[in-house]
T-cell receptor, first 114, second 111 residues
Framework: DGGITQSPKYLFRKEGQNVTLSCEQNLNHDAMYWYRQDPGQGLRLIYYSQIVNDFQKGDIAEGYSVSREKKESFPLTVTSAQKNPTAFYLC?????????????FGDGTRLSIL | GQQVMQIPQYQHVQEGEDFTTYCNSSTTLSNIQWYKQRPGGHPVFLIQLVKSGEVKKQKRLTFQFGEAKKNSSLHITATQTTDVGTYFCAGVGGSQGNLIFGKGTKLSVKP
């Protein structure tokens, strides 16, 4: 079955530590996205990528970094500069970038501070 | 910047009652999408509306796009316990044309 796989499901970060969240898709989608979800909040866009080796900042990119070396993979690094990283992180993909394309989401990674 | 407002934030209903959530934008939307997120799950795409005044139905769910393309609604007739979850609307926004999500309406259904 095609889909998006996020790992790990739960992640704990120590002070001053960088952590990387994995996102892999086998849907052959060009566009991929990272969102942050806080309780009672909608989804806020962190980064997105329309094509391999290219990515753009979203609304809340500070303290995060990404790479897109392969079409299937779009890992997100939460750096120590992100002072409030506790949240639910969702990766999504669509056939192409743009508001007319439905987005398909992974199961998410829940990140907490130790 | 563009905002997508969604009300109510929470709705508790008795099974069999109807439910409606409303989505409003500060600017005209080119389209609107609706997603459902079950408790502990991830958002799942339900539908997209593009045309002014468009109405689409999926079984007990009715989706409407306003004439001015600034608002939308999702109505569920005779709710069931399987309808439990958070319903999000999302419209295009920003200079790059990305989706802007509303904060969602969390629906709980009492059997």
């Amino acid at each position: 079955d095609g889909g998006i796989t996020q790992s790990p499901k739960y992640l704990f970060r120590k002070e001053g530590q960088n952590v990387t969240l994995s996102c892999e898709q086998n849907l052959n989608h060009d566009a991929m996205y990272w969102y942050r979800q806080d309780p009672g909040q909608g989804l806020r866009l962190i980064y997105y990528s329309q094509i391999v080796n290219d990515f753009q900042k979203g609304d809340i990119a500070e303290g995060y970094s990404v790479s897109r070396e392969k079409k299937e993979s779009f890992p997100l690094t939460v750096t120590s500069a992100q002072k409030n990283p506790t949240a639910f992180y969702l990766c999504a993909s669509s056939t192409s970038q743009g508001a007319y394309q439905p987005q398909h989401f992974g199961d998410g990674t829940r990140l907490s501070i130790l | 910047g563009q905002q997508v407002m969604q009300i109510p934030q929470y709705q508790h209903v008795q099974e069999g009652e109807d439910f409606t959530t409303y989505c409003n934008s500060s600017t005209t939307l080119s389209n609107i999408q609706w997603y459902k997120q079950r408790p502990g799950g991830h958002p799942v795409f339900l539908i997209q509306l593009v045309k002014s005044g468009e109405v689409k139905k999926q079984k007990r769910l009715t989706f409407q796009f306003g004439e001015a393309k600034k608002n939308s609604s999702l109505h569920i007739t005779a709710t069931q316990t399987t309808d439990v979850g958070t319903y999000f609307c999302a419209g295009v926004g920003g200079s790059q044309g990305n989706l802007i999500f509303g904060k969602g309406t969390k629906l709980s259904v009492k059997p």
